[in-house]
């Protein structure tokens, strides 16, 4: 899976790939994430990347020449590579609400590139002459769209095939079966005095998976029901987890 990330702080990509699971993802090249500098693209001597707004108010907007430049970068980029560009995304407040099923649907694309806004917005004609899709990661105003970008490509690196070890499994994510994740524990046995659910103890398989799900199940009705109404619509609960829900 190949990123390309327009920003004007690169740096702040190396929290991505430099640690943990995404880390190991970009080491061993199942993910590689392709910086682009707007800067780089201005022709003028001091490298202006902002301008002030028609229509005056306060802040700057973010100018759609040097945008441009660095997307045509990205395109030529994916010619030589002899890959076919996807989708041009923009990370924005006005976005559409990223997801599980989004980031599912991003995987099968190969590519992705993402346009990190800075200062007050970004010039609107560049947006409707380059940017294919608008997502969000929540109803919150950030002052750049690294962070965004950052969630997004986590959760899309962690269902690269081979990116999760042995110990961890993305089928088993929260999420990837519509529900809630069940709670865990681990050692100790007794912490201040809470222990841990004795069928957790026992051994039996078949019964942990059981309390397992009907946790989830619990926890997914109480919490977020309106994922238990998609999940039913989905096909995705059984008649034993109907008949659960029903008892609570
Ligand atoms: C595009 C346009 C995403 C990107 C405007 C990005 C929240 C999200 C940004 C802006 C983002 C999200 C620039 C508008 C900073 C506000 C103070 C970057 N914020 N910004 N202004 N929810 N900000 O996914």
């Known amino acids: 899976m190949r990123f390309d990330v327009v920003t004007l702080f690169s740096e702040m990509f190396s929290a991505l790939t430099k640690w943990g699971i995404t880390g190991r993802a970009c080491e061993q090249s199942l993910a590689s994430v392709h910086l682009w500098n707007p800067r780089d693209f ?18 700057m907007v973010m100018m759609a020449k040097p ?12 010619q030589v590579a002899g890959i076919k560009s996807g989708p041009i995304c923009l990370l924005s407040p006005q976005g559409e609400q990223f997801s599980q099923k989004i980031a599912t649907d991003i995987i099968s694309y190969g590519n992705l590139s993402l346009i990190c806004g800075r200062y007050e917005a970004v010039d609107q004609r560049f947006v409707d002459r380059n940017v294919d899709l608008q997502l969000s990661i929540g109803d919150f105003v950030l002052s750049g769209g690294e962070i965004p970008a950052m969630a997004m490509m986590d959760a899309v690196m962690r269902l690269i095939p081979g990116a999760l070890g042995d110990g961890e499994s993305a089928a088993q994510d929260s999420f990837m079966n519509g529900l809630l994740d069940y709670p865990h524990y681990t050692r100790p ?19 942990i998976a059981d ?4 946790k989830s199940l619990e926890l997914t009705f109480r919490l977020r029901p309106d994922l238990i109404a998609t999940a039913r619509a989905k096909g995705l609960l059984t008649r034993e987890d109907e008949q659960f829900l029903r008892s609570l």
């Open 189 to 207: 046995e007794i912490y201040e005095n809470l222990s841990v659910p004795d069928v957790l103890l026992g051994g039996h398989h078949a019964k």
């Open 211 to 214: 309390w397992r799900r009907q």
């Open 67 to 78: 945008l441009e430049d660095a997307v045509y970068g990205i395109k030529a980029s994916h």
């Open 42 to 59: 201005c022709t003028d001597p001091r490298k202006t990347v902002d301008d002030r707004a028609y229509g005056g108010g306060p802040g």
